[in-house]
């Protein structure tokens, strides 16, 4: 039978190291590229909240491995119904795999078993794993034992979410890499008015962006109430 191929994805182009702001996560980062380049653990579990960057640093860890000549693989498990697992034949030969919501296949039988087993052909191979996951892994309703033993092999990372301090400068920051300015109380303006999620705060700064260029206009706290103000009456 001919070997299946593991689904393509595609990288996202803006979720490096190098744009994420790490806040409190230095290590994590420090941890997740010394793994993908081979110099620290073979096997990583990263766990937190939604919205607090773990698809990010999964996708960054695919581009630090390309970067260095290295395959690599990532699926967010959540994105869709889970496909056929078949789909992991055949990744036991990359040299970097990713997993985003590892929880996902929690209760499906055949998708344990199969990840099991790419799990153990994989390691055999001396290959980096990487998953995340939105609980640590004694926590995860996996069934088959072996499976969840394996889990908790290698590094478990908890990734620590940024306080107001940290977003205010991580808006900042992304807001410089993106070309523009946003002054600190502009900043804070948006924390206390606006959606505090990482993902929707980058959505919004999107939008700023387009109506600063647009208007000619820097982001001052009045420009925001305008464009805010719009935004709720459309």
Request: aromatic residues 10%.
């Amino acid at each position: 039978m001919a070997q299946q191929l593991p689904l393509h994805f595609e990288f996202r182009a803006n979720q490096t190291f190098n744009d994420f702001f790490p806040g409190a996560n230095q290590e994590i980062v420090t941890h997740l590229q010394r793994c993908v380049a081979g110099l620290g653990e073979q096997q990583i579990f990263l766990w937190g909240k939604t919205g607090q960057g773990k698809s990010h640093l999964l996708q960054a860890c695919c581009h630090q491995a390309q970067n260095q000549k290295l395959s690599s693989f990532y699926f967010d498990l959540s994105s869709a119904e889970l496909p056929d697992p078949l789909m992991l034949n055949g990744l036991d030969e990359y040299d970097v795999v990713c997993f985003d919501n590892i929880e996902c296949i929690a209760g499906n039988a055949a998708w344990e078993l199969a990840f099991f087993n790419l799990f153990n052909q994989h390691r055999e191979r001396g290959h980096k794993l990487i998953v995340s996951a939105s609980s640590a892994p004694n926590d995860i309703a996996i069934r088959l034992p072996d499976l969840k033993t394996r889990l908790n092999w290698g590094l478990t990372l908890r990734i620590q979410p940024l306080t107001d301090s940290d977003r205010i400068a991580a808006l900042i920051f992304k807001a410089d890499q993106m070309g523009f300015e946003i002054a600190p109380q502009a900043g804070r303006f948006l924390l206390t008015h606006y959606d505090r999620d990482l993902a929707g705060l980058w959505a919004l700064l999107e939008k700023l962006d387009r109506a600063s260029l647009a208007a000619k206009r820097k982001l001052t706290i009045p420009f925001l109430k305008q464009i805010l103000n719009e935004d709720s009456h459309d």
